[in-house]
């Protein structure tokens, strides 16, 4: 049963601040009639459940999504978005009940691949990952404001955040997909180019990476392993993933010279593997008898980046003098995992599924995506 709640309209803001119900910012008031119009964008009913975190004993269910995108200030054609969002972050691999709430403060990176994105207004281009568009503004704060209302991620409720970063409000992009014969992120994933896709991550802050005077593939590439390889970053001799958003003329440079997205993927792996002695240097003491496993490989490093398949690199900004960013997650590949999911319209079948499973012909989806 909807518990309905009626403010003066003068007072809706002040209301919703002082019990707790915003991430700082004013929300929009969700309305039963606003909160409809979202859950009419999917083939779901409100009571169903999107996910949730059992260690809480606490579970998403479809309208309060919609009740927290409404607050964000979304649109409802951005509510499959949201939806996708949230169910790639309350996969067991994202491991929600760390990244919502660790001291080490991690923002919810998503990214979106796809048509829908530019469908619904979406930017990839300039200031992609900074202000000033309401699709990625608000779907990513919606993600946030489910995290704090829902789930208790609140800075004096669970939300141990020792420093925190900005991409808690809200840290969201699209991907603007790249020439041939490199290919977009959804479908190095696996996914069809008509497809759009959310990968979820949870990350620190955005790098920015500077190269504006060469046009030399590994230049470029080493730029951005001098980023990766910090040993102030906590996955760094630990092995975890990052997102790599590579700017037009950073792409165009790697791109023309020849490699694959492959093979700058395993470049950075590769050149991004730290010397113990870089650590200790830097005042970062090697971890022993913890969850961590710093021991060093046969070349004598420990890895920034778990493998190649752990770097999703995206292309995205503006054109410029050369600029990039670089977000690595904020925790070791053993902790946490970047998520993907397909998103979903209404109108869109679902699988034929009977009380206990679903069976999925998976020869006529791969045929089908070839």
């Known amino acids: 049963m909807t518990d309905i709640v ?29 909160v409809d119009a979202m859950i009419a964008t999917v083939d779901l009913d409100r009571d169903d459940v999107i996910g949730g975190i059992p260690r809480r004993n606490r579970w998403l269910t479809v309208e309060q999504g919609a009740v927290n995108a409404v607050m964000a200030g979304c649109r409802p054609e951005f509510f499959p978005i949201v939806v996708a969002a949230l169910g790639a972050a309350l996969d067991p691999a994202f491991n929600a009940h760390a990244a919502f709430t660790s001291t080490g403060g991690a923002a919810t990176c998503v990214v979106v691949s796809g048509p829908l994105a530019a469908a619904v207004g979406m930017n990839a281009s300039h200031n992609a990952l900074g202000s000033g568009n309401r699709a990625n503004a608000t779907i990513g704060r919606a993600v946030r404001l489910v995290a704090r209302n829902v789930f208790g991620a609140a800075t004096g409720d669970m939300d141990a955040s020792s420093m925190g970063n900005p991409g808690k409000y809200t840290l969201c992009f699209a991907e603007e997909d790249p020439p041939s014969p490199w290919l977009p ?26 190269n504006i005077l060469s046009e030399d593939p590994e230049d470029v590439l080493r730029t951005f392993v001098s980023a990766i390889k910090v040993p102030a970053t906590f996955s760094v001799g630990k092995g975890g993933q990052a997102v790599v958003v590579m700017g037009p003329e950073h792409a165009l440079a790697v791109r023309q010279a020849g490699w694959t997205q492959d093979e700058a993927c395993e470049f950075l792996t590769r050149e991004s593997r730290i010397r113990p002695e870089e650590l200790v240097e830097n ?55 970047a998520i993907t999911r397909r998103v979903r319209l209404a109108g869109e079948s679902m699988p034929d599924c009977g009380p206990d499973s679903c069976e999925i012909d998976l020869a006529a989806l791969s045929a089908a995506r070839r």
Not at 14 to 30: A, H, I, S
Not at 293 to 320: E, I, K, Q, Y
């Open 283 to 337: 005042g970062v003491h090697l971890e022993v008898a913890s969850a961590h496993d710093m021991t060093p490989g046969s070349d004598g490093r420990l890895p920034s980046l778990a493998s190649a398949d752990d770097v999703f690199l995206v292309t995205a900004g503006g054109p410029g003098a050369g600029w990039s960013a670089y977000l690595p997650a904020f925790a070791p590949v053993k902790h946490t995992r």
């Open 185 to 210: 992120l959804r479908v190095r994933l696996g996914f069809a180019p008509e497809d759009t896709t959310v990968t979820v991550m949870a990350t620190e802050g955005p790098r920015q990476i500077a």
């Open 6 to 34: 009626e403010f003066d309209a003068d007072r809706v803001a002040e209301e919703f601040f002082e019990r707790g119900w915003t991430d700082g910012l004013p929300v929009v008031p969700p309305t039963p009639e606003a």
